[in-house]
Structure formats: structure tokens, C-alpha cells
């Protein structure tokens, strides 16, 4: 089975500190994505990678950044926290379309999300 | 630029009763994708069900079923014998089947409650 991991569940930081959300997947797939999740928007896409060191903005990408050095690993930055950016975050992978192989579909995999407060 | 539109911000049902969670989108592609998540309470987020555009028969996966109308532009879930294990935050997301990504947009979601 496909594992999507982030590395923290819950998170408190300062307004103003540098914040690092990472994500890491075991199936090899070429896509990451990394999403914002709040009560009455729904998941909103903030960054999406095709590949390693690709990278492009998805709907929401001001003050935030991305980092994709290794092709299991996907990093999201927040370069100076602010309050409006407490959020659930939450990573997805999948492969890119054409690399369905049999009985399996191309449906993106979520992590478990990472709940963070700036304080 | 295609938008995914839930109604109904929350939902409620009997255990054992049938529910259906709403769904419309706006696209102006022939070929696309439409999915349903569900994001239990505290756990990760899966994948219910996925229909084909170009498919016309509705998609089933056990107790889960959909009633797509493309015209219509419709796309709800049926949730059959509902279970306390269905209650959950549901979304529904739309993919199209052009280009070389694979991104969803998503619905403002449905939390689902099951009543025992």
C-alpha cells in the first residue's frame, strides 16, 4: 500500500519563525502536492511537483515555498509565519497520468495532515 | 476554470438509511474525472469512488454509488445501509483528463454525521 507520511501532526509556531512541513512517500510516484485545509474552503492547492526539483504554483502559493530534492521527499516552507497561514496542511502523491498500471488508478494519497497554529 | 460546488456544508442519517451527498461542477471539458474523498474524523484522507466522464454507467464500490449527469453537470454520492464508520468530512474533486498533471480541485466538503 502506498504510504504518504508528513512529519508532524500537530505544530506550534512562532509569528515571524521559519516553518518546515515535509512529506515523504514510499511509491515512487513523480507527483506531490502539497494542500491547505480550512473549514468552508475546502482543500486548497498551494504547490504541486511533477518531478524532482519541478515545481509549480497551485491556487493559493503567496508566502509559501516548496523544495523537492529527492523524488520520495516534498517539503513546504513558510518563510516568515504568520497568523493567517493556521491551517491543516495536508500532502497527496500520485503518479502521473499514463503510469496507471493494471487494477490500480490514478487517484492522489493523501498524508495524515499536519495541524499548524502560529502563534 | 472549472469549480467544484458542495451545497450541503453538513449532513445527517440514520444508521442502516440511505443518504446522497451533493454535488455539482462547471467545466468546460469534454473528458474529465470525478472523484469522491472521505476523511474520517482524525484519519487520512481516502478515495471512495471515481467515475470516467465519457463512461455513462455510474460508478458502484459496494455500499457507495454515484448518479452522475454530465449534462446536468451533477455528481452525487449514494451512501447505502449507512454505518457509524461512514460518518466523516466527504469532498468531491474534479480532475481533467488533459495535460500531463494530476490536480484536483476540490468541493468545500460535507461532514456527514450517522445517527445511531
Known amino acids: 500500500d502506498v504510504k504518504v507520511t508528513q512529519s508532524s501532526r500537530y505544530l506550534v509556531k512562532r509569528t515571524g519563525e521559519k516553518v518546515f512541513l515535509e512529506c515523504v512517500q514510499d511509491m515512487d510516484h513523480e507527483n506531490m502536492f502539497w494542500y491547505r485545509q480550512d473549514p468552508g474552503l475546502g482543500l486548497r492547492l498551494i504547490y504541486f511537483s511533477y518531478d524532482v526539483k519541478m515545481k509549480e504554483k497551485g491556487d493559493i502559493p503567496e508566502g509559501y515555498s516548496v523544495s523537492r530534492e529527492k523524488k520520495e521527499r516534498f517539503s513546504l516552507i513558510l518563510e516568515s509565519a504568520s497568523t493567517n497561514q493556521t491551517s491543516m496542511y495536508l500532502c497527496?502523491?500520485?503518479?502521473?497520468?499514463?503510469?496507471?498500471?493494471?487494477?490500480?488508478?490514478?487517484?492522489?494519497?493523501f498524508g495524515p495532515g499536519t495541524r499548524l497554529t502560529v502563534l | 476554470a472549472q469549480t467544484v460546488t458542495q451545497s450541503q456544508p453538513e449532513m445527517s442519517v440514520q444508521e442502516a438509511e440511505t443518504v446522497t451527498l451533493s454535488c455539482t461542477y462547471d467545466t468546460s471539458e469534454s473528458d474529465y474525472y470525478l472523484f469522491w474523498y472521505k476523511q474520517p474524523p482524525s484519519r487520512q484522507m481516502i478515495l471512495v469512488i471515481r467515475q470516467e466522464a465519457y463512461k455513462q454507467q455510474n460508478a458502484t464500490e459496494n455500499r457507495f454509488s454515484v448518479n452522475f449527469q454530465k449534462a446536468a453537470k451533477s455528481f452525487s454520492l449514494k451512501i447505502s445501509d449507512s454505518q457509524l464508520g461512514d460518518a466523516a468530512m466527504y469532498f468531491c474533486?474534479?480532475?481533467?483528463?488533459?495535460?500531463?498533471?494530476?490536480?484536483?480541485?476540490f468541493g468545500t466538503g460535507t461532514l456527514l454525521a450517522v445517527q445511531p
Open positions: 497527496a502523491s500520485s503518479l502521473i497520468p499514463g503510469r496507471e498500471t493494471s487494477g490500480r488508478w490514478n487517484e492522489q494519497f
Open positions: 474533486a474534479y480532475r481533467s483528463a488533459n495535460g500531463a498533471t494530476n490536480k484536483l480541485i
